[in-house]
């Protein structure tokens, strides 16, 4: 029953997330654009003229600056006067936005770079009186940076008010198309902190395989009010975090086309003129998170439900504090599931014996059966006689079971979701955040494409032996129910194989162990029973 379980929530997983594209990306994610034009990086020099008038009619001429810091590279423009895109520098990696930070009415125009240097830049447009000046502040080794914006009159009159500012665009036409099959793509999601009060919906972008394009499907206009701590998007491993430093009165979410989002905060005050915003853009690490502060680690979340949520947390930090002792993360999700397993081992336990007993009584229960087919109530009243006498609660063998899903399912949450795994070797695995792809082959094979994985395949042999053992520990009478048996000790390894051959290998490798770890148990029950 225990694995019968097992094996039907893994088959609604690989229903609701599609198997992976078979060819390894190079860089999946996000296509970045070419830049077209870089300025020199150099230091700012008091000579740099300031900005001089524009035509709001004419159209700008597009130049870009790259800003580098060891964290990141940023690619600015002068049309808006805002951030095109940016790498996460270690692991060569873009997010789908761009745009950041523009102000409505001058999205387009072109403003003049005043100052430069390699790690900041400052952008200035003089327009019918008014002054709008945008500066980028990176800092070395840190994900974290500073954009402020200033709005001053030059003649003598009324200022520009603005009541909103659009924070950044959520573009995923540009999404390498290897990853329409991919799981990865149902992770993406929006989220904000407004009143100190999640707001996220996760599964935001689709395939479209009729257009062959990614797309936003039926997203309806999202609209929130209140004050808001912070908002952003973030994929399988990394996030963009946006926090207005100024008061707001909520934030909108508006369908630009099928594949493009706009993210804006409502401004409370329109006489303001300076306005600042710290940003994070980079991997999903609770600690990473919790010291760039304005609560930041909030967008980190396992699981939508409480309990799964806090159970995976501790997990993902007990996994990181083995870590700190043992610098291989194979052997880290080796020791924590060998610590798990024996934490539940008595409920384990527990569950197996009572399934035993409820397989041994199974004779007199068809007994009972038959003798009182004509009898339902009669029936039910003589099979709890039965379990009272022999002492089983016939909820016993499934209860524990559902006591330790929480457990599975968090350490599922936090090995597919941890960016620390990805790159992370392990014996003949590159990469524990993909399948571990010990060959590649230059043509495709049904089934298993052009990637040759082992570790599926040792899984399934050792759940085969698994099943075996827990055959031998059983007695059953009943020829039909023999025969579904033995079917099922073949059937469900091929199955397992099959569903994790493209999982991510520091999952298989777990469940590899929870199946060897499975056969100490059974044999345990084999040797009481034999006393």
Request: charged share 20%.
């Amino acid at each position: 029953m225990a694995f019968v379980l097992s094996f039907m929530v893994l088959l609604v997983w690989g229903k609701l997330f599609p198997q992976p594209d078979k060819t390894p990306p190079s860089r999946p994610g996000f296509m970045a654009e070419t830049v077209k034009k870089t300025a020199p990086e150099q230091e700012p020099s008091p000579d740099l003229p300031v900005a001089q008038a524009v035509d709001p009619d004419a159209s700008a001429a597009e130049q870009e600056i790259v800003l580098t810091t060891d964290k990141l590279k940023a690619v600015l423009t002068n049309v808006g006067g805002c951030i095109k895109n940016i790498e996460i520098r270690q692991y060569a990696e873009y997010l789908p936005v761009d745009g950041m930070i523009k102000l409505k009415g001058f999205e387009d125009r072109e403003f003049l770079l005043e100052y430069q240097t390699a790690t900041s830049a400052r952008y200035a447009l003089n327009y019918q009186g008014r002054r709008i000046v945008k500066t980028y502040t990176f800092y070395p080794d840190s994900y974290l940076f500073d954009i402020e914006v200033q709005i001053r009159d030059i003649k003598e009159m009324s200022r520009l008010d603005i009541d909103s500012m659009k924070l950044f665009r959520l573009d995923i036409s540009r999404l390498d198309k290897k990853l329409k099959n991919s799981r990865d793509l149902s992770l993406m999601e929006h989220a904000a902190l407004i009143d100190n009060q999640i707001y996220a919906k996760g599964n935001i972008a689709r395939f479209d395989s009729r257009a062959d394009k990614f797309s936003f499907g039926k997203f309806k206009q999202v609209e929130k009010s209140g004050n808001l701590n912070w908002i952003g998007f973030r994929n399988r491993y990394f996030a963009l975090i946006i926090s207005p430093q100024f008061q707001t009165t909520g934030f909108r979410i508006n369908k630009m086309s099928e594949s493009e989002l706009e993210y804006q905060a409502n401004i409370a005050n329109s006489s303001l003129d300076t306005f600042k915003i710290k940003v994070y853009y980079g991997p999903q690490k609770l600690s990473l998170l919790k010291k760039a502060g304005h609560e930041f680690e909030k967008m980190m979340r396992f699981s939508g439900w409480g309990l799964f949520d806090a159970v995976a947390k501790g997990i993902y930090y007990i996994l990181n504090y083995i870590h700190k002792v043992i610098p291989s993360w194979g052997i880290c999700i080796i020791l924590l599931g060998v610590l798990i397993y024996g934490l539940t081992y008595p409920l384990t336990l527990k569950s197996m014996a009572s399934m035993k007993k409820m397989q041994a009584l199974q004779p007199k229960i068809a007994e009972l059966k038959e003798k009182y087919k004509d009898n339902p109530q009669k029936l039910s009243k003589e099979q709890m006689e039965l379990f009272k006498e022999h002492k089983i609660n016939p909820m016993g063998g499934c209860f524990p079971i559902f006591l330790q899903m929480p457990v599975f399912i968090g350490f599922y949450q936090v090995l597919w979701r941890s960016v620390m795994l990805k790159g992370a070797e392990f014996l003949w695995i590159k990469d524990l955040s993909e399948p571990d792809r010990l060959i590649m082959f230059d043509t495709e094979f049904p089934l298993i494409g052009n990637e040759l994985n082992i570790l599926p395949f040792l899984m399934g042999i050792i759940m085969f032996f698994q099943q075996k053992i827990s055959s031998k520990n059983m007695n059953v009478t009943d020829p039909t129910q023999a025969s579904q048996q033995k079917m099922m000790m073949m059937f469900l390894p091929v199955m397992m194989v099959f569903i994790f051959y493209h999982a991510a290998s520091g999952l298989t490798l777990y469940f590899t162990f929870f199946y060897l770890l499975t056969i100490f148990t059974q044999w345990r029950i084999s040797k009481t029973n034999n006393q």
